[in-house]
């Protein structure tokens, strides 16, 4: 089973950006990043596709525009850049990923995904 490191977590005020990072151990077809709140379920953020030129990437409606998600094949590492952070994003956020396509899986379930980071927290101050 593929390992998944993150980093990047911590606090930010309202507006502000951060930028977390997951690195897997091994080949990976696709990662996203999903969000937990305290009493709140598991959510997708973004996903993005390993090993294709262009395109791949979906978003959360409530992040598009603000969130970039990127990969770097070499690293086996996907990014995600968040900017003008809201204070309802606090969260812990995780990585994810998948080493095949799902047949009949959206990206944003969480049962798409076969292993997952630790989890960072993230911390939006108003």
């Known amino acids: 089973q593929v390992q998944l490191v993150e980093s990047g977590g911590g606090s930010v005020q309202t507006g502000g950006s951060m930028r977390l990072s997951c690195t897997a151990s091994?080949?990976?077809?696709?990662m996203a990043w999903f969000r937990q709140a305290p009493g709140k379920e598991r959510e997708g953020v973004a996903s993005?596709?390993?090993?294709?030129?262009?395109?791949?990437?979906r978003y959360a409606d409530s992040v598009k525009g603000r969130f970039t998600i990127s990969q770097d094949d070499s690293k086996k590492s996907a990014y995600l850049q968040m900017s003008r952070l809201k204070y309802e994003e606090t969260a812990v956020y995780y990585c994810?990923?998948?080493?095949?396509?799902?047949?009949?899986?959206?990206?944003?379930?969480?049962?798409?995904?076969?292993?997952w980071g630790q989890g960072t927290q993230v911390t939006v101050s108003s």
């Open positions: 091994g080949a990976t077809f696709s």
């Open positions: 993005i596709y390993f090993y294709m030129d262009s395109g791949g990437s």
């Open positions: 994810a990923e998948n080493d095949s396509p799902k047949s009949g899986v959206h990206w944003y379930e969480v049962r798409g995904y076969n292993s």
